[in-house]
């Protein structure tokens, strides 16, 4: 076969298919499994193959300040290497292999843009569709897409309701962490869902799935100040509880209207409670086009008085 000159992708999605496929044809012929991705090894490898004049050379931990997940560096010695660094003071596995696939992202897609390297913290690492950079989100569409292929995680998934055991699966199978897995899922599925990640009896941040967001219930975790529901396992955080298992709450713990079945555990985040929240798979009304505004009000004035602020 004579050399074709390879069209590169441009979108994040694009890449992490493209490396897929290439992960993939590699793996059939020796006959390795395909999961979890060895990010590490594609980072080299690829790099030395398709970007000669720009590898990454090296890929290592290194003890950064704790709000710092990782980060994509120019080589200071030898002119066009790159580095990348993940935070091994961050002692979960799966966090750190995200961090590499986020990385990569950023080499793959950024490195011409930011030729003096991205440094990235906790934040905007889990937070994809927030106000944050659209570098962030992109580097983390990104490994999102690379460490779990949609072909293999619908697979996975399929016909199975949302759980903290299915989540700690796909956290086991491809390698990363539950939170990852869970935005994952709650990209995909067609049922109502949301994770919540608290703290300090506070909701952090929160993500629905679109079809809980299509009937207009999240929270504006970031923008506001709102207190975790006393009676939910988050707040409570009852050992007696089997929290992963987890409690159907009847209406008004998370949701006035709802009852609302959640799964909660304690984080690899230090001082975090992740939860998952299912809810019932028909919203109980659905708002006219005309008060659309109105029942977002709605929604959130009504969580805030449940949840004791005015
Ligand atoms: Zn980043």
Known sequence: MGQKEIRLPASPEGWAIHLSNVLKKFQDIHGLDRFPVDVTAIAQEYSKQVFPDEPITLVQGQTMSKKFEGMLMPSPHKK???????????SSKGRQNYTLGHELGHYLLHRHKSPEGVQCTSRDMLDWKSEYAQMEAQANTFSSFLLMPLDDFRVQVNGLKGSMELMQHLSDRYDVS?????????????????????????????RSSDKLFASRVFFKGRQ??????????????????????????????????????????????????????????????????????????????RFTKFSGLR
């Open 80 to 90: 066009g290497e790159w580095g990348i660094f993940y935070n091994d003071a961050i």
């Open 178 to 206: 539950i939170t990852a897995a869970i935005l994952k899922w709650l990209s995909i599925t067609d049922q109502r869902a949301m994770i919540v990640i608290g703290k300090d009896g506070f909701i952090d941040w929160s």
């Open 224 to 301: 506001e100040t709102i207190e975790l529901p006393p009676q939910s396992l988050a707040a409570r955080q009852d050992m007696l509880i089997d929290s992963v298992e987890g409690v159907k709450h009847p209406k008004n713990v998370w949701n006035d209207k709802e009852e609302v079945h959640e799964m909660t555990i304690f984080s690899d985040y230090h001082d975090m409670t992740i939860s998952l929240l299912i809810y019932p798979k028909h919203a109980p009304y659905q708002p006219s086009e005309d008060d659309e505004e109105d029942g977002l009000e709605d929604t959130y004035t």
